[in-house]
């Protein structure tokens, strides 16, 4: 956990950032509503993990693009475990460990997220700016795993199951030139940072314990320390 952590060089004990992306596909006439996104077209959710070299630890694929960041999140096989085992049976100690992500999800010990709000102060603006600097690391990870592999842009055939093989397919591809040192370096940027939050709803499912360790995380930063 130690050397996954050193990796990420501004926020302090992330082994992970998470982060959600649609795969457009052609789906059947009658599987249309379920699978239209909020850009109006017909996608599955990608929902990955990566570290701190951008490459893939866990991938999440297959649910329609209808479906919320957060509920794809939730309902993945590492949160079902989570739920089950408890958040140490991935982080060993959600004390020092966790993952990072944006607003689109709840918060939790094991998920550090943005502060949001009016009412943003400056250590927390300065606590979103390094959360933020490590974070933006799956957003290159997807970046050159749909520029590298123009065929997850758009999967034309009308098999969701085949769909998702070939997304799958192409993440395994991503890691095994990452692994390689075959890196590409014209990032596509068609990633969706337009993101539909409902605030409300993740401020509900926040957690005492979480805030505290947010906020302590926090007080580590101070103006001098931005670059």
Known sequence: ??????????????????????????VEKCQQDSYIDRYRRTSINLMAICDSNTLF?????????SAHDSRVFENSIMCKNIERHG??????????????????FALRTWLITPYQGDNVT?????????????????????????????????????NICKA?????????LHNFCILHKDTWSND??????????????LEDRGNIEAERKRNRIAT???YADIT
């Open 87 to 104: 958040p140490n049976f991935y982080f060993l100690d959600t004390q020092k460990y966790h993952l990072i992500g944006d607003s689109a």
């Open 122 to 158: 400056r250590k927390q603006k300065f606590h979103n700016y390094y959360l933020s600097s490590d974070r933006v690391k799956i957003e290159h990870c997807f970046g050159a795993y749909k520029g590298r592999w123009r065929r997850v842009q758009y999967i034309n055939n009308y």
């Open 188 to 201: 596509f940027f068609g990633i969706d940072l337009d993101r539909n939050i409902n605030q409300a709803e």
């Open 1 to 26: 956990m130690r050397d996954i952590s050193e990796g990420f060089k501004k926020y302090p004990g992330v082994i992970g950032a998470v982060y959600g992306t649609h795969i457009f596909v052609k």
């Open 57 to 65: 630890t866990y991938v999440f694929l297959g649910y329609p693009g």
């Open 164 to 172: 998702v093989e070939i997304a799958t397919a192409a993440c395994v």
């Open 220 to 222: 580590l930063y101070s």
